[in-house]
């Protein structure tokens, strides 16, 4: 009797492992059968109006990292009258599943900002496996091209394109950077403006450059902003360091290279109604050229230049934005935290916004010299 | 004790709760929380207070030894149909949740399969070990938790000033269905029901105790609501169906060996939700079994009713899986929540009811 027990159970547990091998697994495509889509362009179509055109930039595994010198890559192009329509399509261009787990930059025309943001974004943002924290650029000239050009220097299991905006290579307050979670944020909020990275190539496409920023509203021509005007924007939301100052004094030409960045802004209201903004700077920097001998004992004098220069500056952006009647600092939304909730706060802010007064306090502190005084 | 209540509370995380919320971000929200924080601790207290006068004992066997038939059935019936629910929001939208983020390919039957079948040998086992499962699981997730927790909220991209927008809005008086899902975090405790019988002494639940679980709760519901629009913006945050999902997917981790900080989070939830769905189906089990046993399903001198009972649990959920869509999921969730205070009143009922049957 008991033989027999064992015997059953034995034939139960054989029957139970021939059913795992009749498993088919869980609909889960293997890695061999994916294609890593790490970029992603949108261009308006050249043929019809109100269509897009999407490229998709992927990235070729490669078996070794050393034999290989270039990266490879696969460019897919179509158009359709929707960016789900084209990538569709795309699917039938190659024998493998698209992936977009790894999509890390996701480039738009600047012509489709002005109306398009939200068709565009609205599509990435709906996809649950893009990531939020890919990267959103505006491309120059086209997305396409920028995806497609390739820079001498990249190596092959690294992205230039990805590299500029994620701080573990280039790190330089002229170049923004907006995860798509930050833009999409943004670009629905009242009180503030989002920004975006303009990525240009040139001509033969051996060269990315990002340099300048581009405030986008819905509905309006995005303003772009001149390298110096991103530096400025980027000095002061991001408080990011690592530019530099050229003043004047007794005829020398001195250079100041500016390290550490610290900024706060209030806005100051009186009765419910904002009257001015103040902000505060505190920068830290040493000098970095000069036509002249520096004395040590100027460097007072030479702190309270790089002050109004500082101050310059950054008024000289505040108004420039101001003018457009854009926020990309996010004043209003700052002016919004100070008061209740009502229907009126941010009719009374937008009225308010185009003529308040700026107060740039900037207080400069030079350690050094540099190695010779 | 403890870690029942914790597990709802971080559960609700993952399930609707958070987005009631952000819905009902304009109409009360803050002040319905902060009501909620005060009912939830003091109902915990009284439920506690009413347990300790039945030490080690199951609410069935209260209420079969201290009240009439016809009070007891309907009661019973009532809150295992209502545990069931709970614990089958919990399941489909992870079920959901995991099918949009992780695995688009995987069919919802076939997710929904592999959780049923997991949780049904948790169900089966018996009390002591599921409140050992617990414990064990609930630890080892807890610095899991709290890296996630301090990781999302001292990233650089999140924005106080959208959180002091969102505070902003608490001149509005507080609003029904917050209130109700924000309570539904304090709700852990009501699973002394059947976990009673293991407190053979009385639980002690002074002041100091008090303070912890509502510094807790509170410290949850303010992350639970504040952080997704510090990520997502006050404008439009209503409109995303796992508010906190999107929320951990915009965080990134530059030298983390998993850059994007989604995959731990539903992981690690994937073992809360775990819990929390084992638990409600483990107590919703028990009272079924109180009620009713089925001599005729005997077999080999082994009576086979809590299997029977397993296996619905299992063919109904699968069904509402395939035939129910987010939507409707939304729509169902925030009703049963609604119907929450019913279900304290009923509770408390039929406590004092038991109280006076056996006078003490």
């Known amino acids: 009797m008991l033989i027999f027990r064992r015997k059953k159970r034995f034939f139960l547990f054989v029957i139970f492992i021939q059913c795992i091998l009749l498993l088919s697994g869980c609909g889960f495509k293997d890695i061999d059968n994916r294609l890593f889509v790490i970029g992603v362009g949108v261009d308006p179509s050249e043929?019809?109006?109100?269509?897009?055109?999407?490229?998709?930039?992927?990235?070729?595994?490669?078996?070794?990292?050393?034999?290989?010198?270039?990266?490879?890559?696969?460019?897919?192009?179509?158009?359709?009258?929707?960016?789900?329509?084209?990538?569709?399509?795309?699917?039938?261009?190659?024998?493998?599943?698209?992936?977009?787990?790894?999509?890390?930059?996701?480039?738009?025309?600047?012509?489709?900002?002005?109306?398009?943001?939200?068709?565009?974004?609205?599509?990435?943002?709906?996809?649950?496996?893009?990531?939020?924290?890919?990267?959103?650029?505006?491309?120059?000239?086209?997305?396409?091209?920028?995806?497609?050009?390739?820079?001498?220097?990249?190596?092959?299991?690294?992205?230039?394109?990805?590299?500029?905006?994620?701080?573990?290579?280039?790190?330089?307050?002229?170049?923004?950077?907006?995860?798509?979670?930050?833009?999409?944020?943004?670009?629905?909020?009242?009180?503030?403006?989002?920004?975006?990275?303009?990525i240009e190539t040139n001509d033969d496409g051996s060269q990315l450059i990002v340099n300048k920023s581009l405030i986008v509203h819905e509905g309006r021509a995005p303003y772009e902003l001149s390298s110096r005007l991103t530096r400025e924007y980027n000095s002061l939301e991001n408080s990011l360091g690592g530019y530099s100052y050229k003043v004047e004094f007794e005829g020398n030409n001195i250079v100041l290279n500016i390290g550490k960045n610290k900024v706060k802004y209030k806005v100051i209201t009186d009765n419910q109604k904002p009257i001015s903004i103040n902000v505060k700077l505190e920068m830290t920097g040493e000098i970095i050229e000069s036509d002249k001998d520096l004395s040590l004992n100027n460097l007072e004098k030479y702190n309270e230049l790089a002050e109004d220069e500082v101050k310059k500056h950054v008024m000289e952006f505040l108004t420039t934005v101001q003018k457009e009647n854009l926020d990309p600092i996010g004043f209003g939304l700052e002016y919004r935290t100070m008061h209740l909730n009502n229907k009126d706060t941010m009719s009374k802010w937008n009225e308010a916004y185009l003529d308040l007064p700026f107060d740039v306090k900037a207080d400069v502190h030079l350690k050094s010299t540099g190695t010779i005084e | 004790m403890y870690y029942l209540i914790f597990v709802t509370m971080f559960a609700n995380i993952i399930a609707t709760v958070p987005r009631i919320l952000v819905i009902e971000k304009e109409k009360g929200v803050i002040l319905s929380m902060i009501a909620a924080v005060f009912v939830g601790i003091i109902f915990t207290y009284y439920v506690i207070q009413l347990f300790n006068k039945f030490s080690g004992q199951t609410l069935p066997d209260i209420l079969k030894s201290y009240s009439p038939k016809w009070f007891y059935i309907?009661?019973?019936?009532?809150?295992?149909?209502?545990?069931?629910?709970a614990g089958i929001i919990t399941l489909i939208?992870?079920?959901?949740?995991?099918?949009?983020?992780?695995?688009?390919?995987?069919?919802?039957?076939?997710?929904?399969?592999?959780?049923?079948?997991?949780?049904?040998?948790?169900?089966?086992?018996?009390?002591?070990?599921?409140?050992?499962?617990?414990?064990?699981?609930?630890?080892?997730?807890?610095?899991?938790?709290?890296?996630?927790?301090?990781?999302?909220?001292?990233?650089?991209?999140?924005?106080?000033?959208?959180?002091?927008?969102?505070?902003?809005?608490i001149n509005t008086t507080p609003s029904y269905r917050s209130f109700t899902a924000a309570s539904y975090l304090?709700?852990?405790?009501?699973?002394?029901?059947?976990?009673?019988?293991?407190?053979?002494?009385?639980?002690?639940?002074?002041?100091?105790?008090?303070?912890?679980?509502?510094?807790?709760?509170?410290?949850?519901?303010?992350?639970?609501?504040?952080?997704?629009?510090?990520?997502?913006?006050?404008?439009?945050?209503?409109?995303?169906?796992?508010?906190?999902?999107?929320?951990?997917?915009?965080?990134?981790?530059?030298?983390?060996?998993?850059?994007?900080?989604?995959?731990?989070?539903?992981?690690?939830?994937?073992?809360?939700?775990?819990?929390?769905?084992?638990?409600?189906?483990?107590?919703?089990?028990?009272?079924?079994?109180?009620?009713?046993?089925?001599?005729?399903?005997?077999?080999?001198?082994?009576?086979?009713?809590?299997?029977?009972?397993?296996?619905?649990?299992?063919?109904?959920?699968?069904?509402?899986?395939?035939?129910?869509?987010?939507?409707?999921?939304?729509?169902?969730?925030?009703?049963?929540?609604?119907?929450?205070?019913?279900?304290?009143?009923?509770?408390?009922?039929?406590?004092?009811?038991?109280?006076?049957?056996?006078?003490?």
Do not use: C
């Open chain 2, 74 to 85: 309907p009661v019973i019936l009532y809150f295992a149909v209502t545990w069931f629910i």
């Open chain 1, 47 to 198: 043929k019809e109006e109100g269509h897009f055109k999407v490229t998709l930039k992927i990235s070729i595994p490669v078996a070794s990292i050393k034999e290989e010198k270039k990266p490879s890559y696969q460019y897919l192009v179509h158009e359709g009258e929707n960016i789900e329509e084209a990538v569709r399509i795309l699917e039938t261009h190659t024998d493998k599943v698209l992936e977009f787990g790894h999509t890390k930059i996701i480039l738009v025309n600047e012509a489709l900002l002005e109306n398009n943001i939200k068709d565009v974004m609205d599509y990435f943002v709906r996809r649950g496996d893009i990531q939020l924290i890919a990267w959103v650029g505006a491309a120059k000239a086209s997305a396409e091209e920028v995806l497609r050009a390739e820079p001498k220097a990249e190596e092959a299991v690294s992205t230039s394109l990805i590299k500029f905006f994620d701080n573990t290579g280039t790190e330089s307050p002229y170049i923004v950077s907006t995860f798509l979670f930050e833009f999409r944020r943004n670009s629905h909020s009242l009180g503030i403006d989002p920004v975006l990275p303009i």
């Open chain 2, 186 to 360: 304090f709700i852990g405790v009501v699973n002394i029901v059947i976990f009673n019988s293991f407190f053979k002494e009385k639980l002690t639940f002074g002041f100091k105790q008090m303070t912890i679980i509502s510094t807790v709760g509170a410290l949850v519901l303010f992350i639970t609501y504040f952080i997704p629009i510090g990520f997502n913006g006050f404008e439009q945050i209503e409109h995303m169906n796992f508010p906190w999902v999107s929320t951990s997917d915009s965080v990134r981790m530059k030298y983390g060996v998993i850059e994007r900080v989604v995959f731990i989070f539903i992981i690690t939830f994937l073992g809360i939700s775990f819990l929390s769905l084992l638990v409600h189906w483990h107590v919703s089990l028990k009272l079924f079994e109180s009620i009713l046993h089925f001599n005729k399903l005997k077999w080999k001198n082994k009576n086979w009713t809590s299997y029977f009972f397993v296996i619905l649990f299992g063919v109904v959920s699968i069904y509402l899986v395939s035939i129910i869509d987010e939507f409707e999921l939304f729509k169902y969730a925030s009703i049963f929540y609604n119907t929450l205070p019913i279900f304290y009143f009923i509770l408390f009922l039929s406590l004092f009811v038991a109280k006076r049957g056996a006078k003490v």
């Open chain 2, 93 to 169: 939208t992870y079920v959901f949740l995991f099918t949009t983020f992780v695995s688009l390919e995987t069919s919802l039957i076939v997710t929904a399969l592999a959780f049923v079948i997991i949780i049904s040998f948790g169900m089966l086992m018996k009390s002591g070990s599921v409140l050992y499962t617990l414990e064990i699981v609930f630890v080892l997730l807890l610095p899991v938790i709290v890296f996630l927790f301090i990781k999302i909220i001292t990233d650089e991209n999140l924005e106080w000033d959208f959180i002091q927008v969102a505070m902003m809005n």
